[in-house]
């Protein structure tokens, strides 16, 4: 409780939050907002909660593009309104990582390597060890893919919130303003008409 945030971090949490919302709301297959916030909880400086519409036991190639496009939907945002990276978005970009090395090496989604496994996972059950098996070459052509991988989805997100900027920023600074908003408040934004400007 003793620590400040300044008016430029909650700025920056603003957008970096919104940024995620935004690109939510335009990709088909991503659970709709639930709540945003930019009230500090734990490390999170804020956070874009969706919550799912029904259980699902398998997750399609395209809701995982999908779900590393969001995750990268807050440094998007930062670079397109703010011109700038922080570090912010650490956590969202280990977890897109991680997502994008277990498409390659894990769940055969790989043109380039087809339906092979060289990623094992012992003792699962037990908290779980990642090892590869596979030559230097080929876990150096992986990292490249994931990198590739995560690269496109970076592009997928800025290129939404460059042509969906007037919201962005509307969002961003209804957020601001009240800290903690619903999803019916984010879908009233999202899908109103912009105001007329006044003369």
Known sequence: ??????????????????????????????????????????????????????????????????????????????????????????????????????????FGMSDEFGFVAFETVSNQYLGGDASLACSPETQARMDQKVTQLVEEQHQKALNILKENEGKLHELADYLYQHETITGQEFMDILERKALPEQE
């Open 1 to 106: 409780k003793s620590h400040r945030i300044t008016e430029r971090d909650k700025k920056i949490t603003a957008y970096h939050e919104a940024g995620h919302a935004v690109v939510i709301y335009h990709l088909p297959t991503h659970d709709p907002v639930h709540q945003i916030t930019i009230v500090p909880r734990g490390q999170a400086a804020g956070m874009t909660i969706n919550r799912p519409q029904e259980d699902k036991g398998h997750v399609s190639r395209q809701e995982l593009c999908e779900t590393l496009c969001t995750l990268l939907g807050g440094r998007a945002a930062e670079e397109v309104v703010l011109h700038t990276m922080t570090n912010g978005a650490s956590q969202d970009i280990q977890e897109a990582t991680n997502i994008a090395r277990n498409m390659v090496a894990m």
